[in-house]
């Protein structure tokens, strides 16, 4: 069987390496030698095209494919009026209160065991007296798989929710400014709460700057949300 | 004590690696027989020493022994026996043992069954996959360590991901490990080739029977895996164009090019250097896979606890392994002769073509799995590409290639008549379409046209098949009679055909199932009935049972047909103690001509199971076929490696080395 032909149609196979005529021991090219014969050689696209292979797969690995842009960020924070947690019943809040102010509101439940993992950093924040902590309690009763509130009519879940989330804050600690009660979820929806706990920083205007889905990290706070907050409270500071 | 010393042996395994490794591949060089001599024995102990150490991690997670982090993470002391055997490879480190460990066993059984190999040849290969060895050992000790203690130690552990307590999962990443380990042997004769110099026949008869096992090992894990999707996950879907679902098919995709390149390289001494880029890229692409799975850049089903460092040590070892052959494959490519020249409509040509649109179809998934990081690298965005994109791009790209499927096998090496050819498969062409146009309409009253084409590709395949094997039966009959002709035929030519109707089948399962699937999502209350397919499915209500670590609320649905009671089927919606999230259990009744699903969604009430459910019931008419195609496939690729040529050529040795060159 024939194992090796040249291929008449190809001359710069022979041309390029005339080295080849001399058997199949290959004689070590000169050093110059070698760099000649990448130049000509034809296959080199394939390191090319592989170099950018790698280049590609090494800034990807700088990215977080899971960190999903919100379409909230640069959106008005949407408007609500509800109950406070605390203070003489009839008492509400809403985002327009905090008109002229830069502040955190933070979504939170007594069922949700990742607000627990991050309670601590809301509880130091708040001793730094930085930024006002708004708590919004989502979904506090009907958001617990061990709590059945079908047959429940809505002012008992209300007060069912009040006392859990009372009882919660006074066992781990209050870091918030004030909290409201979001019983039916609705507001959460209107902020497109999908992992509580969430947050959000909101600027003087009422605009929605940053969102952190998940339990805030130290690291995300002192490098993200803080500097934020500071560049924030500077800006238009007139008015 | 005893995870102390698998970790020794780990650790004592890294130096014997490399210095197997680079002994070799020197030795094979300057020609020292005493320091290639090492590499049999030196990857038999490198074997021994891995193997010790995965039996000590097995024995942690038998021995329940939670102050080894590992264990405490992916084990519990409620898991059944089987499963805390399989949980060795639940999690990233112990499946990083698993994969090691089939690697030295692919290299320890090289260095069995390669006896007639020629010293330099065999030094070369082995010493490849040592090195290869190493650097997984690196990666193992440096950032996955599975022997890692947790002192104190807890009392119990995390438990298994529930998802992965099950008998098809447990078997899908050691078939598919199987498959990626086994290209790293094609990988390493291809190397060892470009080293040589010597990219000659008998080089392509050598790595064509590992290279056609590791396929078919790769067929049935992505089988497995997609089975496993289909009834464990309760969307009833198949195949998701899943990030890593793409890094396993990549690899299939290049190794089903490679196994037919190779034979073209082994008969007519032709595609050489695209034979062997073939076999780089195999195993590169697997190397990717495992560089998506366990790095985190893409988001997936498959959730390894992402790492960076392991990121970035599997990309610097990806781009070593990687860059180097290439570099090598550069460098020795240009002094390569084309060898034997053919005709514009030959074997050759067509088997070109076939690597031609598996490489067009492997650049696609390429594309599209890395589309998305892409994007987000240029800062335009964040994007996901989908089963749109891929069904959109693969049909087109893959229906020529079943097309030439049918006529492939009838072409004659060198040059074929073309009119030969249309003599011999007119009626067979006339018959695929008939049945194409008529089988959808007779049996389901209506068809599109993908469903036609579809039908028509796998009645092509398999009458063509039939046709060929049937002809080659005649012509070598001579005096015997039928069937001994038919038994005597051999095992290569049987495993071709068998593989090919595999495709047959798989394509016919896909067609039909994508054309004539129906579901229906429903709320029932115990005693509703809903109608499927000509199937009544009646609800009878939710009762609780209890299973080793979990608890489950299992669903009976009966399945009647014509007033007739078929079966009853069990879903169930199981809450594992160990994770928040339920799991859906599919209840399915499997038969020929196709599948009737049920899963449980949610009770509309959380407060009364007793009450009405969120029920999903599908019909899947012929989904088997899909898998038993996958399968099929795998059995004829067994075949081909069981023929009596691979163990003939052992026989003849001496006369047929790889170190004398035939002249030009």
């Known amino acids: 069987m024939k194992e090796t032909l040249n291929d008449p149609v190809r001359p710069e196979l022979v041309e390029g390496h005339s080295l080849q005529k001399q058997g199949q021991r290959l004689p070590q090219p000169e050093r110059w030698g070698v760099v000649q014969s990448f130049l000509n050689n034809k296959y080199v696209w394939i390191l090319v095209a592989f170099a950018a292979l790698v280049a590609l797969l090494a800034v990807g690995l700088t990215r977080d494919p899971r960190e999903i842009p919100s379409p909230f960020i640069g959106k008005a924070a949407p408007e609500f009026r509800l109950a406070r947690l605390e203070g003489a019943a009839g008492e509400t809040f809403g985002p327009a209160d905090m008109q002229g102010k830069v502040w955190l509101l933070n979504v939170w439940a007594s069922w949700?065991?990742?607000?627990?993992?991050?309670?601590?950093?809301?509880?130091?924040?708040?001793?730094?007296?930085?930024?006002?902590?708004?708590?919004?309690?989502?979904?506090?009763?009907?958001?617990?798989?061990?709590?059945?509130?079908?047959?429940?009519?809505?002012?008992?879940?209300?007060?069912?929710?009040?006392?859990?989330?009372?009882?919660?804050?006074?066992?781990?600690?209050?870091?918030?400014?004030?909290?409201?009660?979001?019983?039916?979820?609705?507001?959460?929806?209107?902020?497109?709460?999908?992992?509580?706990?969430?947050?959000?920083?909101?600027?003087?205007?009422?605009?929605?700057?940053?969102?952190?889905?998940?339990?805030?990290?130290?690291?995300?706070?002192q490098e993200k949300i803080l500097p934020l907050v500071n560049k924030l409270n500077e800006l238009n500071a007139a008015p | 004590m005893i995870p102390e010393f698998g970790h020794f042996a780990l650790l004592l395994a890294l130096p014997v690696a490399v210095l197997v490794g680079v002994l070799a591949l020197v030795g094979a060089q300057k020609n020292h027989a005493r320091w290639m001599a090492l590499a049999k024995p030196g990857t038999r102990l490198l074997a021994f020493l891995v193997t010790l150490a995965y039996l000590c991690l097995t024995q942690a997670f038998v021995a329940n022994d939670f102050s080894v982090l590992y264990?405490?993470?992916?084990?519990?002391?409620?898991?059944?026996?089987?499963?805390?055997?399989?949980?060795?490879?639940g999690g990233h480190e112990g499946s990083l043992l698993l994969w090691m460990l089939m690697l030295v066993w692919w290299a320890a059984l090289v260095s069995v069954f390669s006896r007639p190999l020629a010293a330099p040849m065999l030094a070369r290969v082995l010493g490849t996959l040592c090195l290869v060895a190493f650097g997984f050992l690196l990666f193992i000790l440096l950032t996955s360590n599975p022997f890692t203690r947790l002192l104190p130690g807890v009392a119990e552990g995390r438990d298994l991901n529930p998802l992965l307590q099950d008998p098809g999962l447990i078997l899908h990443p050691p078939l598919l490990y199987m498959g990626y380990v086994g290209f790293s042997v094609a990988y390493a004769f291809a190397v060892?080739?470009?080293?040589?110099?010597?990219l000659d026949a008998a080089w392509a008869r050598w790595s064509r029977p590992w290279t056609t096992m590791a396929w078919g090992f790769l067929t049935l894990g992505i089988a497995l895996g997609s089975w496993w999707a289909y009834y464990e996950l309760g969307w009833g879907g198949w195949w998701f164009w899943d990030p890593v679902e793409n890094a396993s098919f990549m690899p299939w995709l290049a190794g089903t090019a490679l196994i037919h390149s190779l034979a073209v390289t082994e008969k007519r001494g032709s595609f050489k250097n695209w034979t062997v880029l073939l076999a780089i890229s195999a195993f590169s692409l697997s190397l990717l896979g495992t560089f998506l799975v366990r790095s985190g850049v893409l988001t997936s089903v498959h959730a390894f606890a992402a790492d960076p460092a392991r990121g970035i040590f599997i990309l610097a070892f990806l781009a070593t392994v990687v860059g180097l052959s290439l570099v090598l494959f550069v460098w020795r490519a240009p002094k390569v002769g084309l060898g034997g020249r053919f005709g514009l409509f030959s074997r050759e040509s067509l088997l070109l073509s076939n690597n031609v649109i598996l490489v067009v179809a492997t650049a696609t998934v390429l594309l599209g799995t890395l589309y998305p990081l892409l994007i987000d690298a240029l800062n335009l965005g964040k994007l996901s590409v989908g089963p749109p994109y891929f069904n959109?791009?693969?049909?087109?790209?893959?229906?020529?290639?079943?097309?030439?499927m049918g006529i492939g096998p009838f072409l004659r090496w060198k040059a074929a008549s073309a009119q030969e050819i249309v003599l011999r498969l007119k009626w067979a062409l006339v018959a695929a379409l008939a049945i194409a146009v008529l089988l959808p309409m007779l049996i389901y009253?209506?068809?599109?046209?993908?469903?036609?084409?579809?039908?028509?590709?796998?009645?092509?395949?398999?009458?063509?098949?039939?046709?060929?094997?049937?002809?080659?039966?005649?012509?070598?009959?001579?005096?015997?009679n039928l069937l001994t002709a038919v038994l005597r035929q051999p095992l290569h030519f049987w495993g071709m055909h068998l593989a090919h109707i595999g495709v047959a089948v798989f394509v016919a399962?896909?067609?039909?199932?994508?054309?004539?699937?129906?579901?229906?999502?429903?709320?029932?209350?115990?005693?509703?009935?809903?109608t499927l397919s000509g199937y009544e499915f009646r609800f009878?209500?939710?009762?609780?049972?209890?299973?080793?670590?979990?608890e489950a609320l299992q669903g009976e649905v009966e399945l009647w047909k014509n007033n007739r009671l078929i079966r009853r089927l069990r879903p169930e919606k199981r809450f594992y103690r160990s994770s928040a999230m339920p799991m859906t259990e599919a209840a399915i009744d499997t038969g020929f001509f196709g599948d009737l699903y049920v899963s449980l969604g949610e009770p509309l009430d959380r407060a009364r199971p007793e009450g009405e459910w969120a029920v999903r019931v599908y019909s899947k008419p012929l989904v088997d076929w899909i898998w038993g195609g996958c399968f099929l496939m795998a059995f004829g690729g067994l075949?081909?490696?069981?023929?009596?040529?691979?163990?003939?050529?052992?026989?003849?040795?001496?006369?047929?080395?790889?170190t004398v060159k035939t002249s030009p």
Request: proline share 6%.
């Open chain 2, 445 to 480: 009253g209506d068809a599109w046209p993908l469903v036609n084409l579809g039908i028509f590709l796998a009645a092509w395949i398999l009458i063509a098949a039939v046709l060929h094997f049937s002809r080659q039966v005649w012509t070598t009959r001579g005096s015997s």
């Open chain 2, 540 to 550: 009878m209500g939710v009762l609780p049972v209890k299973g080793p670590n979990y």
């Open chain 2, 639 to 658: 075949l081909a490696v069981c023929d009596r040529r691979y163990r003939q050529s052992r026989r003849r040795s001496t006369p047929d080395p790889l």
């Open chain 2, 392 to 404: 959109a791009v693969f049909v087109p790209i893959m229906a020529p290639l079943l097309f030439l």
């Open chain 1, 112 to 221: 949700c065991v990742a607000c627990r993992a991050e309670h601590p950093q809301l509880v130091a924040l708040a001793r730094q007296n930085l930024v006002p902590l708004i708590g919004l309690n989502y979904k506090e009763a009907r958001g617990d798989g061990d709590l059945d509130i079908s047959k429940m009519p809505l002012e008992e879940e209300t007060a069912l929710t009040r006392q859990r989330a009372a009882g919660w804050l006074t066992a781990h600690g209050n870091p918030y400014t004030l909290s409201v009660l979001d019983v039916d979820g609705r507001v959460g929806i209107d902020y497109g709460v999908y992992g509580v706990p969430e947050t959000f920083v909101i600027d003087k205007a009422g605009i929605i700057r940053f969102k952190q889905i998940g339990p805030l990290t130290e690291e995300v706070l």
């Open chain 2, 71 to 89: 264990v405490a993470q992916h084990s519990n002391s409620l898991l059944p026996l089987a499963y805390r055997i399989a949980g060795v490879w």
């Open chain 2, 509 to 530: 399962g896909v067609a039909i199932v994508g054309g004539y699937e129906e579901e229906k999502d429903v709320r029932m209350a115990p005693g509703e009935i809903v």
């Open chain 2, 192 to 198: 060892a080739a470009l080293l040589a110099g010597q």
